[in-house]
């Protein structure tokens, strides 16, 4: 069976959407919909002190007010060296991509390369009409960059050294970031239940 019914991502990241659908794969055949397609609903103040608590508080707020079976995520960046900081606040961390990569790497300036150590955590939250939810987590370890490298991705991929290799998360082509990236692996794990949620409706 196909999954056909529409589903709401509870984001405007375009790169964002673009690596959730190609995730999601040839099984879906429904409307992907994101925030901007609801320019009357104001976005939700993630106030959550966890990933999940956030994924799912967005996720919880379109599914309400939409009626759509609604897909969030909350993920970030947490390093070791800095008591787990960024985390939550990864994408409030300065005003732009680029300030928040050169205040990461300055907070880190005296921090030897085996302590460098960092993870990309993400927690996904679906949440269906009627009150129910489906929830997976999943992380990618690796180390923190000295410098910017790369020029795919997002965020903080271009500093984001991945396992024990030298190659950052921006040097890796889609296909391959989209197989090990900690939003693959919570969406590997939600894939199938979410997909039957879709057909199911």
Known sequence: MTAVNDLLLATNNSKKIQEIRQIL????AGRILCAAD???LPEPEETGTTFLENARLKA?????RTGLISLA????LVVDALGG???????????T????ISKLISELDDV????RTARFECA????????????QTGTLEGRIAHFPKGSHGFGYDPVFLVGDTESTLAELPATEKNSISHRAVAMKKIQADLLNALIVG
Not at 60 to 64: G, P
Not at 73 to 76: F, K
Not at 127 to 133: D, E, H, S, V
């Open 25 to 28: 794969g040839i099984g879906f």
């Open 38 to 40: 609801f320019p009357e």
């Open 60 to 64: 919880d707020y379109y599914c309400s």
């Open 73 to 76: 995520d909350d993920s970030g």
């Open 85 to 95: 900081r960024p985390g939550v606040y990864s994408a409030r961390y300065a005003e």
């Open 97 to 100: 991509e680029a300030l928040r």
């Open 112 to 115: 030897p390369p085996p302590l």
């Open 124 to 135: 996904l939250c679906v949440a269906l009409p009627g009150g129910k939810y489906i929830e």
